[in-house]
């Protein structure tokens, strides 16, 4: 089985998962662990509780900064499940989750690679500047 895992600053893992759930509906691949005002004792104690429980899952994890404390604490974590199938996305945004997520739900042949490029793509896609236009009187 396979599972999403999106780990963040402040809520914004937990906010990306409900807004997923918005458009997809209640979905039980999805988890967040956020490091908020709890701070990083919690924070750890949530990544380990997951992998625990998920250590024999393959995990999709995607972290909203490279080299953020939540990316670096995952990478610590996974030093301690060296078995576990896992591929980190950093950067995460909605239309990032919503791929990965529809892809995974929708699973073709793609390899996990695969998903996770289509992943990517849509994310940098989903990335526009939109300016007005200004006209010279």
């Known amino acids: 089985m396979e599972k999403i895992l999106i780990v963040s600053h ?3 893992a937990q906010e990306l998962c409900k807004a997923c759930e ?9 988890d967040a662990v956020c490091l908020n005002d709890c701070g990083l004792e919690e924070f750890e104690a949530g990544i380990q509780s997951y992998l625990e429980v998920n250590q024999k899952q393959t995990l ?8 953020g404390t939540p990316y670096n604490q995952v990478l610590i974590k996974m030093l301690d499940y060296t078995a576990v199938d896992y591929h ?5 945004n909605l239309p990032v989750l919503l ?3 529809m892809s995974l739900l929708n ?8 998903v996770c ?3 990517i793509e849509a994310g940098q896609t989903g990335i526009t500047l939109r300016e007005a236009e200004r006209t010279d009187i």
């Open 10 to 12: 402040g809520n914004l």
């Open 22 to 30: 918005m458009i997809t509906g209640q979905q039980d691949l999805l």
């Open 60 to 67: 999709y994890i995607l972290c909203d900064l490279l080299h």
């Open 88 to 92: 980190m996305i950093t950067g995460v």
């Open 99 to 101: 791929t990965l997520y």
């Open 107 to 114: 699973r073709n042949d793609d390899d996990a690679h695969t």
């Open 117 to 119: 490029k289509k992943a």
